[in-house]
């Protein structure tokens, strides 16, 4: 009986169906995981655990349609890299208040580029219960692709204020990005082939203990929330509709 209504839904299938399972399409493709950053640090970060729609999650925090798995689809996994987003970096708000600077370390986030987590952290990748990366300080040697040139806006942001008498005067204001050259991102050679249901992991942690935000006068958990994320970037394979 089992076997007569695996035939009828294979014939039906090849003849009605929506998508043909004896084609297959390869997509170039890229899945991403942000997760907060908190303040106060954390011995350990997850990503790809949440999909979008469930409680304070949204598109632009990932787009991966099951928690763990790519669902339905097969991908073939060719580059590894890490982004930090920070909806507001005021560098602005390194101005003069009263006559006194206010401090790089908290007012810049630069401070936690040069001296706090970028400088720190292990991402490791599994499959099932195999490892198969570990990138120490992935944000230095995993960093995103994109353009290939870097470029620095902190002199179109000076402070232009007149400085007087006895009083600091800042013209140079810290602005430090990740490298943004795709010869730099973290390569998986040889590539790797996650099939459809597959379980996966991937997490950040601090061995050595949690790393606070520097930059705590600017990174709010709530207001301005500091996302760190983990974009896969390859092909993605699924049957031709």
Same mark, same amino acid.
């Given at each position: @009986?089992?076997?007569?209504?695996?035939?009828?839904?294979?014939?039906?299938?090849? $003849?009605?169906?929506?998508?043909?399972?004896?084609?297959?399409?390869?997509?170039?493709?890229?899945? #991403?995981?942000?997760?907060?950053?908190?303040?106060?640090?954390?011995?350990?970060? &997850?990503?790809?655990?949440?999909?979008?729609?469930?409680?304070?999650?949204?598109?632009?925090?990932?787009?991966?349609? $099951?928690?763990?798995?790519?669902?339905?689809?097969?991908?073939?996994?060719?580059?590894?890299?890490?982004?930090?987003?920070? *909806?507001?970096? &005021?560098?602005?708000?390194?101005?003069?208040?009263?006559?006194?600077? &206010?401090?790089?370390?908290?007012?810049?986030?630069?401070?936690?580029?040069?001296?706090?987590?970028?400088?720190?952290?292990?991402?490791?990748?599994?499959?099932?219960?195999?490892? +198969?990366?570990?990138?120490?300080?992935?944000? @230095? #040697?995993?960093?995103?692709? %994109? &353009?290939?040139? /870097?470029?620095?806006?902190?002199?179109?942001?000076?402070?232009?204020?007149?400085?007087?008498?006895? !009083?600091?005067?800042?013209?140079?204001?810290?602005?430090?990005?990740?490298?943004?050259?795709?010869? !730099?991102?973290? +390569?998986?050679?040889?590539?790797?082939?996650?099939?459809?249901?597959?379980?996966?992991?991937? $997490?950040?942690?601090?061995?050595? %203990?949690?790393?606070?935000?520097? *930059?705590?006068?600017?990174?709010?958990?709530?207001?301005?929330?500091? $996302?760190?994320?983990?974009? +896969? /970037?390859?092909?993605?394979?699924?049957?031709?509709?």
């Amino acid at each position: @009986m089992g076997f007569q209504s695996e035939s009828i839904i294979s014939a039906a299938s090849q $003849k009605f169906g929506v998508i043909d399972y004896s084609r297959w399409q390869a997509i170039r493709w890229q899945w #991403y995981s942000y997760v907060t950053y908190p303040t106060a640090g954390a011995s350990e970060l &997850n990503f790809f655990g949440q999909v979008a729609g469930q409680a304070g999650v949204t598109l632009q925090d990932t787009n991966l349609p $099951k928690a763990g798995s790519f669902g339905q689809t097969h991908f073939q996994l060719k580059s590894i890299s890490t982004d930090i987003q920070l *909806a507001n970096n &005021n560098l602005d708000g390194f101005t003069l208040a009263n006559g006194v600077a &206010n401090t790089i370390d908290t007012f810049a986030l630069a401070s936690d580029f040069l001296n706090g987590f970028v400088q720190a952290g292990v991402l490791e990748f599994s499959v099932g219960a195999r490892p +198969f990366a570990t990138i120490p300080k992935p944000f @230095m #040697y995993a960093p995103p692709p %994109g &353009n290939p040139v /870097d470029y620095d806006n902190s002199y179109a942001n000076q402070i232009g204020a007149v400085p007087t008498a006895g !009083n600091p005067q800042v013209v140079g204001l810290p602005w430090v990005t990740q490298t943004k050259r795709r010869d !730099n991102v973290y +390569f998986v050679d040889p590539n790797i082939l996650i099939e459809a249901e597959q379980q996966f992991a991937v $997490k950040l942690s601090f061995p050595s %203990g949690a790393v606070p935000v520097i *930059a705590n006068a600017l990174v709010n958990n709530t207001t301005n929330p500091l $996302k760190v994320g983990v974009v +896969f /970037d390859g092909l993605l394979l699924r049957p031709v509709q």
